[in-house]
Protein backbone atom coordinates (compact mmCIF):
# COMPACT_ATOMS: atom_id res chain seq x y z
CA UNK A 1 0.00 0.00 0.00
CA UNK A 2 2.85 2.44 1.01
CA UNK A 3 5.04 1.36 -2.02
CA UNK A 4 2.02 1.97 -4.98
CA UNK A 5 1.08 5.74 -2.64
CA UNK A 6 5.17 6.58 -3.12
CA UNK A 7 4.40 6.16 -6.67
CA UNK A 8 1.79 7.45 -7.79
CA UNK A 9 2.89 10.79 -5.46
CA UNK A 10 6.18 10.67 -7.31
CA UNK A 11 4.61 10.69 -11.06
CA UNK A 12 2.56 13.80 -9.54
CA UNK A 13 5.72 16.09 -7.99
CA UNK A 14 5.61 19.10 -10.15
CA UNK A 15 8.66 20.67 -8.04
CA UNK A 16 11.86 19.77 -6.68
CA UNK A 17 11.24 20.42 -3.07
CA UNK A 18 8.17 18.10 -3.53
CA UNK A 19 10.34 15.09 -4.74
CA UNK A 20 13.12 15.92 -2.03
CA UNK A 21 10.04 15.73 1.10
CA UNK A 22 8.76 12.35 -1.18
CA UNK A 23 12.55 11.39 -0.50
CA UNK A 24 12.94 12.00 2.90
CA UNK A 25 9.50 10.29 3.92
CA UNK A 26 10.80 6.83 1.52
CA UNK A 27 13.71 6.39 3.79
CA UNK A 28 12.18 7.40 6.74
CA UNK A 29 9.74 4.32 6.30
CA UNK A 30 12.96 2.39 5.17
CA UNK A 31 14.27 3.09 8.49
CA UNK A 32 11.16 1.70 10.31
CA UNK A 33 10.97 -1.16 7.94
CA UNK A 34 8.08 -0.22 6.54
CA UNK A 35 9.51 -0.92 3.08
CA UNK A 36 11.67 -3.37 1.88
CA UNK A 37 15.34 -3.08 0.64
CA UNK A 38 14.15 -3.97 -3.09
CA UNK A 39 10.86 -1.51 -2.76
CA UNK A 40 13.04 1.51 -1.09
CA UNK A 41 15.75 1.45 -4.09
CA UNK A 42 12.71 1.10 -6.53
CA UNK A 43 11.29 4.39 -5.21
CA UNK A 44 14.71 5.50 -5.10
CA UNK A 45 15.27 5.05 -9.09
CA UNK A 46 11.83 6.32 -9.72
CA UNK A 47 12.95 9.66 -7.89
CA UNK A 48 15.81 9.97 -9.68
CA UNK A 49 14.03 9.68 -13.03
CA UNK A 50 11.62 11.92 -11.82
CA UNK A 51 13.78 14.90 -10.36
CA UNK A 52 15.47 14.85 -13.88
CA UNK A 53 12.51 15.52 -15.82
CA UNK A 54 12.13 18.01 -13.67
CA UNK A 55 14.89 20.03 -14.07
CA UNK A 56 14.63 19.86 -17.76
CA UNK A 57 11.38 21.44 -17.94
CA UNK A 58 12.88 24.33 -14.87
CA UNK A 59 13.47 27.98 -16.65
CA UNK A 60 15.08 30.52 -14.80
CA UNK A 61 13.47 33.69 -14.44
CA UNK A 62 15.08 36.66 -16.68
CA UNK A 63 18.36 34.41 -17.11
CA UNK A 64 18.12 33.65 -20.92
CA UNK A 65 18.88 30.30 -22.13
CA UNK A 66 22.66 28.65 -22.26
CA UNK A 67 23.77 31.74 -19.40
CA UNK A 68 24.10 31.25 -15.44
CA UNK A 69 23.96 35.08 -15.12
CA UNK A 70 21.70 37.71 -15.60
CA UNK A 71 24.92 40.45 -16.51
CA UNK A 72 25.95 40.32 -20.03
CA UNK A 73 29.39 38.47 -20.66
CA UNK A 74 32.79 40.18 -20.25
CA UNK A 75 34.57 41.46 -23.65
CA UNK A 76 37.87 40.76 -24.00
CA UNK A 77 39.96 44.16 -23.76
CA UNK A 78 42.25 45.19 -25.88
CA UNK A 79 44.22 48.23 -26.96
CA UNK A 80 43.38 49.56 -30.54
CA UNK A 81 47.58 49.83 -30.91
CA UNK A 82 49.49 48.05 -29.05
CA UNK A 83 52.56 50.17 -29.68
CA UNK A 84 50.72 52.72 -28.31
CA UNK A 85 49.65 50.94 -24.94
CA UNK A 86 53.43 49.78 -25.01
CA UNK A 87 55.02 53.40 -24.82
CA UNK A 88 52.74 54.39 -22.67
CA UNK A 89 53.33 51.92 -20.06
CA UNK A 90 56.98 52.47 -20.36
CA UNK A 91 56.47 56.14 -19.89
CA UNK A 92 53.95 55.74 -17.10
CA UNK A 93 56.24 53.04 -15.24
CA UNK A 94 59.33 55.59 -16.06
CA UNK A 95 57.98 58.75 -14.37
CA UNK A 96 58.38 57.79 -10.59
CA UNK A 97 55.46 56.85 -9.44
CA UNK A 98 56.91 55.88 -6.05
CA UNK A 99 60.26 56.00 -4.12
CA UNK A 100 62.93 53.68 -6.00
CA UNK A 101 63.21 51.68 -2.54
CA UNK A 102 59.66 50.42 -3.54
CA UNK A 103 59.56 50.52 -7.05
CA UNK A 104 62.15 48.01 -7.56
CA UNK A 105 59.87 45.35 -5.95
CA UNK A 106 57.26 45.50 -9.60
CA UNK A 107 57.79 45.46 -13.40
CA UNK A 108 57.29 48.25 -15.95
CA UNK A 109 53.56 47.27 -16.68
CA UNK A 110 52.68 47.11 -12.38
CA UNK A 111 54.53 50.34 -11.90
CA UNK A 112 52.33 51.95 -14.31
CA UNK A 113 49.38 50.28 -12.68
CA UNK A 114 50.82 51.75 -9.69
CA UNK A 115 51.15 55.41 -11.05
CA UNK A 116 47.23 55.36 -11.91
CA UNK A 117 46.71 54.35 -8.49
CA UNK A 118 49.29 56.79 -6.87
CA UNK A 119 47.23 60.04 -9.19
CA UNK A 120 44.07 58.91 -8.35
CA UNK A 121 45.34 59.03 -4.38
CA UNK A 122 46.72 62.41 -4.65
CA UNK A 123 43.85 63.54 -6.58
CA UNK A 124 40.71 62.13 -4.46
CA UNK A 125 42.23 60.72 -1.78
CA UNK A 126 41.35 56.89 -2.47
CA UNK A 127 41.51 55.26 -6.22
CA UNK A 128 37.52 54.24 -6.98
CA UNK A 129 38.11 53.25 -10.11
CA UNK A 130 37.39 49.75 -11.67
CA UNK A 131 39.75 47.61 -12.86
CA UNK A 132 39.39 47.46 -16.40
CA UNK A 133 39.67 51.83 -16.32
CA UNK A 134 42.81 50.93 -14.41
CA UNK A 135 44.28 48.57 -16.93
CA UNK A 136 43.25 50.66 -19.77
CA UNK A 137 44.82 53.73 -18.20
CA UNK A 138 47.91 51.71 -17.55
CA UNK A 139 47.91 49.97 -20.78
CA UNK A 140 47.99 46.65 -19.36
CA UNK A 141 45.88 43.79 -19.29
CA UNK A 142 43.09 43.31 -16.68
CA UNK A 143 44.79 40.31 -15.12
CA UNK A 144 48.14 42.32 -14.51
CA UNK A 145 45.97 45.43 -12.93
CA UNK A 146 44.88 42.93 -10.59
CA UNK A 147 47.97 41.40 -9.86
CA UNK A 148 49.82 44.22 -9.05
CA UNK A 149 47.15 45.86 -7.20
CA UNK A 150 47.32 42.51 -4.97
CA UNK A 151 50.74 42.51 -4.77
CA UNK A 152 50.71 46.22 -3.58
CA UNK A 153 48.40 44.68 -0.61
CA UNK A 154 50.63 42.08 0.14
CA UNK A 155 53.73 44.48 0.73
CA UNK A 156 51.49 46.62 2.91
CA UNK A 157 51.72 49.74 0.35
CA UNK A 158 47.65 49.96 0.28
CA UNK A 159 44.35 48.47 1.76
CA UNK A 160 41.70 47.23 -0.89
CA UNK A 161 37.73 48.33 0.21
CA UNK A 162 35.53 45.55 -1.12
CA UNK A 163 32.10 47.01 -1.99
CA UNK A 164 29.63 43.89 -2.92
CA UNK A 165 26.10 44.09 -3.30
CA UNK A 166 23.93 41.07 -2.80
CA UNK A 167 21.46 40.28 -6.13
CA UNK A 168 22.83 43.54 -7.87
CA UNK A 169 26.50 44.33 -9.12
CA UNK A 170 28.91 45.19 -6.88
CA UNK A 171 30.85 48.67 -7.05
CA UNK A 172 34.19 49.03 -7.81
CA UNK A 173 36.99 48.62 -5.21
CA UNK A 174 38.24 51.32 -2.79
CA UNK A 175 42.49 51.57 -2.91
CA UNK A 176 43.90 53.59 -0.41
CA UNK A 177 47.45 53.83 -0.11
CA UNK A 178 48.80 53.51 3.70
CA UNK A 179 52.60 53.09 2.81
CA UNK A 180 54.05 56.60 4.91
CA UNK A 181 57.10 56.24 2.40
CA UNK A 182 54.69 56.57 -0.91
CA UNK A 183 52.86 59.16 0.43
CA UNK A 184 55.38 61.39 1.14
CA UNK A 185 56.53 60.33 -2.14
CA UNK A 186 53.19 62.01 -3.65
CA UNK A 187 53.01 64.75 -1.95
CA UNK A 188 56.39 66.11 -2.95
CA UNK A 189 55.25 65.17 -6.76
CA UNK A 190 57.09 62.18 -7.10
CA UNK A 191 60.50 64.48 -6.13
CA UNK A 192 63.36 62.47 -3.92
CA UNK A 193 64.59 64.16 -0.94
CA UNK A 194 68.13 63.25 -1.87
CA UNK A 195 69.40 66.50 -3.41
CA UNK A 196 68.12 68.66 -0.29
CA UNK A 197 69.89 66.33 2.26
CA UNK A 198 73.18 66.25 0.11
CA UNK A 199 73.51 69.62 -0.59
CA UNK A 200 77.12 70.18 -0.40
CA UNK A 201 77.66 67.62 -3.30
CA UNK A 202 77.40 68.86 -6.59
CA UNK A 203 78.85 71.75 -8.78
CA UNK A 204 78.05 75.72 -7.25
CA UNK A 205 75.43 77.75 -8.77
CA UNK A 206 77.25 80.48 -10.79
CA UNK A 207 75.55 83.57 -12.39
CA UNK A 208 75.62 84.95 -16.12
CA UNK A 209 76.86 88.09 -14.84
CA UNK A 210 79.93 87.04 -12.37
CA UNK A 211 82.86 88.40 -14.00
CA UNK A 212 85.33 88.01 -11.05
CA UNK A 213 87.69 84.92 -9.48
CA UNK A 214 84.56 83.16 -7.81
CA UNK A 215 87.27 81.90 -5.37
CA UNK A 216 88.11 85.30 -4.49
CA UNK A 217 85.54 87.90 -2.17
CA UNK A 218 85.88 91.63 -3.11
CA UNK A 219 84.59 93.73 -0.28
CA UNK A 220 84.60 97.63 -1.76
CA UNK A 221 85.28 99.56 1.45
CA UNK A 222 85.06 102.99 0.30
CA UNK A 223 81.61 105.05 -0.47
CA UNK A 224 79.94 105.42 -2.99
CA UNK A 225 80.30 108.66 -5.44
CA UNK A 226 77.86 110.74 -6.83
CA UNK A 227 78.39 112.08 -10.57
CA UNK A 228 79.79 115.48 -9.89
CA UNK A 229 82.41 114.11 -7.39
CA UNK A 230 83.07 111.56 -9.85
CA UNK A 231 83.62 114.19 -12.49
CA UNK A 232 85.57 116.09 -9.72
CA UNK A 233 88.17 112.91 -9.41
CA UNK A 234 88.58 113.21 -13.21
CA UNK A 235 89.82 116.59 -13.56
CA UNK A 236 91.97 116.27 -10.83
CA UNK A 237 93.78 113.30 -11.74
CA UNK A 238 94.01 114.93 -15.33
CA UNK A 239 95.86 117.62 -14.31
CA UNK A 240 97.90 116.33 -12.52
CA UNK A 241 99.26 113.87 -15.25
CA UNK A 242 99.57 116.99 -17.17
CA UNK A 243 101.85 118.53 -15.01
CA UNK A 244 104.02 115.45 -14.36
CA UNK A 245 104.38 115.03 -17.94
CA UNK A 246 105.22 118.67 -18.07
CA UNK A 247 108.01 118.31 -15.70
CA UNK A 248 109.50 115.50 -17.25
CA UNK A 249 109.83 117.04 -20.54
CA UNK A 250 111.58 120.49 -18.87
CA UNK A 251 114.14 117.33 -17.19
CA UNK A 252 115.14 116.12 -20.26
CA UNK A 253 115.67 120.01 -21.67
Known sequence: MFHATMRSAIKGARTLAQLDDLSRTIWQAHAAETVTDSEAQGLAEALHTRRASVRETVVPVGIPLGRVTLFPPKRLQRAPERSVAIERRRRLACSGPMPPALASRFTTGQLAVLRVVGDEMARHGACGLCIDAIAARAG????????????????????????????????PNVLRII???WLQWLRRGGRSAAPALLGSIGCKTMHPTDRGDPQREVVDTDPKKGCREAAGDLNRSERSRIRAVGRTDQAMR
Open 179 to 181: SRE
Open 140 to 171: VCRRLAQGAIRLAEGDGLLTIQERRHQGRKSD
